[in-house]
């Protein structure tokens, strides 16, 4: 596996389900993101993990729940969501003295 | 005023068109910039890479700085339906990388 890995791709969940995204980066990056990407919007910045600590949580309601267990490892636990909430959920990776960031290929999330 | 504004489009050209696409930035700290292309259903790729101003070229693809302007662009020669993306314009000083809207392309045969 190279890059950045997400699964599922594709997730379709009631607004009482509890489930969880995952995000795997195997380039050696100290630093991870998950972004959300709704249609003809701009990607929102949700979390920032800089050596497995979070440094920026941009006014995420409480129903996304992040974890980063170690520098390669990223979760978005997801609980009682809305059908807002539907869209791409990106997560990336970069690290310092590196300009860009790798992006996964995304969740596709579905609230029903 | 946002830090980068972007025009969405859609843009759509015939195959073999010039294209240009174009974002514009308030923040004067700004140092990298970046072009992302997204295909449907698929995370952003990095395209370009500039630091500071000036030109680069990579076979079709062209990115430009102007940072007295603060205006960047990227020109696609010759034009391909593989084309059709959508390229978001990305920056940053010393801190995270800001997003612009992204501008969808479609490269009509």
């Known amino acids: 596996e190279t890059g950045v890995t997400q699964t599922p791709r594709h997730l379709v969940m009631g607004m009482t389900n509890k489930k969880s995204l995952k995000c795997e980066q195997h380039l050696g990056h100290n630093a991870m993101y998950w972004y959300k990407q709704s249609a003809k919007k701009p990607l929102e910045l949700m979390f920032v993990y800089s050596l497995e600590e979070r440094v920026e949580n941009n006014s995420v309601p409480s129903r996304f729940s992040p974890e980063c267990p170690n520098s390669s490892h990223l979760f978005l636990h997801l609980h009682t969501l809305q059908p807002e909430d539907s869209a791409l959920y990106l997560c990336?990776?970069?690290?310092?003295?590196?300009?860009?960031?790798?992006f996964g290929s995304g969740t596709r999330l579905t609230v029903v | 005023q946002k830090e980068v504004e972007q025009d969405p489009g859609p843009l759509s050209v015939p195959e073999g068109a010039i294209v240009s696409l174009n974002c514009t930035y308030s923040n004067s700290a700004f140092q990298y910039f970046m072009w992302y292309r997204q295909y449907s259903r698929k995370g952003p790729e990095l395209l370009m890479y500039?630091?500071?101003?000036g030109n680069k070229e990579d076979g079709r693809f062209t990115a430009q700085v102007d940072k007295s302007s603060k205006y960047i662009s990227l020109f696609i020669r010759d034009s391909q339906p593989s084309d059709s993306a959508t390229y978001l314009c990305?920056?940053?000083?010393?801190?995270?990388?800001?997003f612009g809207q992204g501008t969808e392309l479609s490269v009509k045969p």
């Open positions: 990305a920056m940053r000083g010393s801190g995270k990388l800001i």
């Open positions: 500039t630091y500071s101003s």
């Open positions: 990336a990776s970069s690290q310092e003295g590196i300009a860009g960031y790798t």
